[in-house]
């Protein structure tokens, strides 16, 4: 049933055929892909798994179909109106936890399903960290996320733009990490991006920068002199979003980092205090 599958989905032009088939199997089973092989098969499972392979043949992303995306040794709950998370967000999950305090205020810009907020809140319980996103379909999931793995996360219902979002933390904040909508207009993506995530979650104009000033004057509002901004971005920004933040004059030490496949990923920059956020630079 396996090889059945597997040719199957290879045929519909998924890209990792043989492991969706083994995730869809032990979805459908309950019990851990590394036990597949062991674990007996009745009739309502092989029906299950049938319906599973159906659907991913036409291309529903696997983890709509098994209600959850691992992201940084969690797994969250996700499904039709939020964004996918993506392995490659961990690498500036990684790169922001090197440079935390436990002690830490914590912002994540556009946060979706809550992947990079709920990665450092578990890591670093004593943070203080909150969650900004406007998307009432995305509220949804991130909301069960925040409370099923780390309650202690705030929720903020709010659009990036919108300068009276975290009005109270202006200046205070040690880290602002965001995974906006980042790819240009006219950008090929795979099916399972064009037709299940959302939208807005996706594109931003034709070159892919069009809630990049919004999120870098959010971050330099919020941030404290010293404090730091992730962002990440596609692959064609890697020297347009460096030069977006260098040309606000609020941030110094701006850097694109690369990643395990060599192509650029997200820039890092470290707030001044030369300016106020208020004078309209940005």
Sequence with gaps: MLATATRTLAAA????????????AAHALGVPRARLLTASLDRAGAAGFARLVAGRA?????????????????????????????????LMVEWALA????????????????AIALAVATRLPTAQVYCVERSEAALAWLRGNVARLAPGVEVVV?????????????GTVDMVLCNPPYVPESAPVDVEVAEHDPHEAVFAGA??????????RAAARLLRPGGLLAIEHDDTQGGSL????????????????????GRPRYTTARRGAERAWQDGSL
Excluded: I, K, N
Excluded at 68 to 81: D, I, R, S, T, W
């Design 13 to 24: 032009g998924v890209a990792s055929p043989r492991v969706d088939a083994e995730l869809l």
């Design 58 to 90: 036409a291309r529903v992303p696997l983890q709509h179909l098994t209600g959850h995306a691992p992201f940084y040794g969690l797994e969250l709950a996700v499904g039709p109106g939020v964004f996918v998370p993506r392995f490659e967000t961990e």
């Design 99 to 114: 440079r935390l305090t436990p002690q830490a205020r914590v912002v994540d810009l556009c946060s979706g399903s809550g």
């Design 158 to 170: 709010g659009d990036v733009a919108d300068d009276a979002v975290l009005a109270g933390l202006t």
């Design 207 to 216: 070159d892919g920068l069009d809630l990049m000033p919004a999120v870098a």
């Design 242 to 261: 460096p030069r977006l933040l260098a040309a606000t004059g609020h941030f110094g030490d701006v850097e694109d980092h690369r990643d395990l496949a």
